[in-house]
């Protein structure tokens, strides 16, 4: 079974994640079923970890975590996948300072070895910070498809931000 089909979500990025499971198995599980074999797991199973910055939770059950570590693990085995297409939604708030950028760079090489990214924000310096192309969406209509900078002037002129 492969989940997403060509997308890797950062939207409600712990989902997926078994509680009574412990990191370990929950890497496994979550690469597994976005397409990773055994031996592509075991290959980037140190530097996922190494990347969330957990390695002495390992074998400690997931619902333990904080939501800060949940993100940090979710966010480093999502992002190892081979996907074209990803997927964020400010998913990246919970995380630290630090980690977030850490994430931001990693995003940012991602879209550098042509991954298409669909990112949901209001923040209008992150929205800058990776995007071109702005939808600017107002109660689930399409107001405008257009540059990010045409897009941010349109919702600021509607909310007065």
Same mark, same amino acid.
């Given at each position: 079974?492969?989940?997403?089909?060509?997308?890797?979500?950062?939207?409600?990025?712990?989902?997926?994640?078994?509680?009574?499971? *412990?990191?370990?198995?929950?890497?496994?599980? *979550?690469?597994?079923?976005?397409?990773?074999?055994?031996?592509?797991?075991?290959?980037?199973?140190?530097?996922?970890?190494?990347?969330?910055?957990?390695? !002495?939770?390992?074998?400690?059950?997931?619902?333990?975590?904080?939501?800060?570590?949940?993100?940090?693990?979710?966010?480093?085995?999502?992002?190892?996948?081979?996907?074209?297409?990803?997927?964020?939604?400010?998913?990246?708030?919970?995380?630290?300072?630090?980690?977030?950028?850490?994430?931001?760079?990693?995003?940012?090489?991602?879209?550098?070895?042509?991954?298409?990214?669909?990112?949901?924000?209001?923040?209008?310096?992150?929205?800058?910070?990776?995007? !071109?192309?702005?939808?600017?969406?107002?109660?689930?209509?399409?107001?405008?498809?257009?540059?990010?900078?045409?897009?941010?002037?349109?919702?600021?002129?509607?909310?007065?931000?």
């Amino acid at each position: 079974v492969r989940v997403g089909a060509g997308v890797a979500p950062l939207i409600e990025i712990t989902g997926g994640f078994v509680g009574d499971l *412990t990191v370990r198995d929950n890497v496994f599980l *979550t690469a597994g079923l976005h397409g990773m074999n055994r031996a592509e797991i075991r290959d980037a199973f140190d530097e996922i970890i190494a990347f969330a910055e957990i390695a !002495d939770f390992v074998d400690t059950p997931y619902k333990h975590l904080s939501s800060g570590m949940k993100v940090r693990i979710a966010f480093a085995v999502i992002s190892r996948l081979d996907e074209p297409v990803i997927l964020v939604d400010e998913v990246l708030a919970v995380g630290d300072k630090a980690f977030r950028e850490k994430c931001y760079k990693r995003i940012e090489e991602l879209l550098a070895g042509g991954r298409t990214l669909f990112f949901v924000s209001h923040s209008d310096k992150d929205l800058r910070r990776f995007c !071109d192309r702005g939808l600017y969406l107002d109660k689930g209509r399409l107001q405008l498809d257009d540059t990010i900078e045409k897009a941010l002037a349109a919702y600021a002129a509607d909310y007065g931000v």
